[in-house]
Nanobody, 124 residues
């Protein structure tokens, strides 16, 4: 069993930055690929970024490429999402997820464990 707890969300003005953290329990964290997804009101949950056990990353929408960076610290059982140049359209609940494979995936159905989410609100 893996438990994920996100933190770091909040209210920020457009152009600002936030760093989300996701702390994982369990001794096998380093074997799991990790992902970040987000869900805006009335929309489907969408893939944002993912990272393999070794640190290879992949990103979702073109709108986040170059602005968001995913990273992980296996010694701390933590994955991060650094978000810069935030836009109002980035407003959503952001979820951390763990996949019981070493390679990342863009599909939410392939992630077994999920956090409860952290709200990110970007004001214009």
């Amino acid at each position: 069993q893996v438990q994920l707890v996100e933190s770091g969300g909040g209210l920020v003005q457009a152009g600002g930055s936030l760093r989300l953290s996701c702390a994982a329990s369990g001794r096998t964290f380093s074997n799991y690929a990790m992902g970040w997804f987000r869900q805006a009101p009335g929309k489907e949950r969408e893939f944002v970024a993912a990272i393999s056990w070794s640190g290879t990353s992949t990103y979702g929408p073109n709108s986040v490429k170059g602005r968001f960076t995913i990273s992980r610290d296996n010694a701390k059982n933590t994955v991060y999402l650094q978000m810069n140049s935030l836009k109002p359209e980035d407003t959503a609940v952001y979820y951390c997820a763990a996949r019981t494979f070493m390679s990342p995936s863009r599909l939410k159905s392939e992630y077994r464990y999920w956090g409860q989410g952290t709200q990110v609100t970007v004001s214009s």
